[in-house]
């Protein structure tokens, strides 16, 4: 049928929603459990609680607010340059970020991991690129339901996000 065919014409469109989504509840425990507990060693030790909370707060506000202003941003550049070569940026740089975020983990650095959730935040952007992408590309009658698989993968992405972050979290991994 031809809503079928749209669907599978949007479905990149969508994934990219399920992947932020997913990228942004997926580091909640996984920083929750490097940043707070103590034994993990990516803190020093002397590193109070409080400290280790607010910390926490920061790393996850400063994603927040990068992706206030990214989204504005990048916004504006998808209707410059098209909403393609936008979502490519917002997608290349969101792979930089947690790329980075990654390394930081491993090699044990703060400043590095702030420097790539602020990069990921700016550009998981693609978000609001992606849904008008979908909106641009719907045709009335299905712009409902299409509206509906938005909503649908942006939600399994806030489930999947977490529960996948707590297998990572896991020290054994």
Same mark, same amino acid.
């Given at each position: 049928t031809k809503q079928k065919n749209i669907f599978i014409k949007m479905l990149? *469109?969508?994934l990219v929603?399920?992947?932020d989504s997913? #990228? *942004? #509840?997926?580091?909640?425990?996984?920083?929750?459990?490097? =940043?707070?507990?103590s034994s993990t060693n990516f803190l020093s030790s002397s590193v109070s609680h409080s400290a280790r909370e607010i910390t926490y707060g920061v790393m996850?506000?400063?994603?927040?607010m990068s992706w206030?202003?990214?989204?504005?941003?990048?916004?504006?550049?998808?209707?410059?340059?098209?909403?393609?070569?936008? *979502?490519?940026?917002c997608l290349i740089g969101t792979c930089v970020g947690y790329l980075l975020a990654a390394i930081a983990v491993a090699i044990g650095s703060?400043?590095?991991?702030?420097?790539?959730?602020? =990069?990921?935040?700016?550009?998981? #952007?693609s978000q609001p690129i992606a849904q008008a992408a979908i909106i641009d590309e719907s045709d009335s009658r299905y712009l409902p339901k299409n509206m509906s698989f938005m909503v649908l993968f942006i939600t399994l992405g806030f489930v999947f996000g977490p529960i996948l972050g707590g297998v990572l979290s896991d020290k054994n991994i």
């Open positions: 990149p *469109l969508f929603l399920f992947i997913m #990228g *942004l #509840g997926l580091i909640f425990p996984i920083l929750q459990s490097l =940043i707070l507990d996850i506000g400063i994603f927040m206030f202003f990214g989204a504005a941003i990048l916004g504006d550049l998808s209707d410059m340059i098209g909403r393609k070569k936008a *979502l490519i940026i703060l400043t590095l991991l702030i420097i790539g959730r602020i =990069i990921a935040g700016f550009t998981s #952007g």
